[in-house]
């Protein structure tokens, strides 16, 4: 089931996230296995990212493998405040 995933990074910056994005090697059309979405927003404390993902496992995996040591290495030392969702419905854009 898909599920969606807010992540509130406290303290980041937009040139932090760009950094993570930049490490990541990730760009329009070249998104990771099992991403349906992405979204990033400043806020009035850091920075909100809000995915959808084919299923939790496959976003754990990646935030694992990919989202803590990119952070970490573009200077974002606090773990994000994370809610997790149940997507009921979403539709692609193609």
């Known amino acids: ?3 969606a995933i807010e992540m509130n990074f406290k303290g980041a910056t937009i040139e932090q996230y760009d950094k993570v994005i930049e490490l990541m090697g990730l760009t329009r059309g070249n998104i990771p296995p099992g991403a349906i979405s992405h979204w990033t927003a400043k806020t ?3 920075i909100r990212v809000v995915d959808v ?3 939790r496992e496959v ?3 990646f935030s694992q493998e990919q989202i803590g ?3 970490q290495q573009a ?3 606090e773990p994000p405040e ?3 969702r149940d997507v009921h419905n ?3 854009h193609s």
């Open 1 to 3: 089931m898909p599920v």
């Open 44 to 46: 009035d404390d850091g």
């Open 53 to 55: 993902w084919e299923s």
């Open 59 to 61: 976003f754990d995996r």
């Open 69 to 71: 040591p990119f952070t």
């Open 75 to 77: 200077g974002i030392t």
């Open 82 to 84: 994370m809610t997790y």
């Open 90 to 92: 979403h539709l692609p």
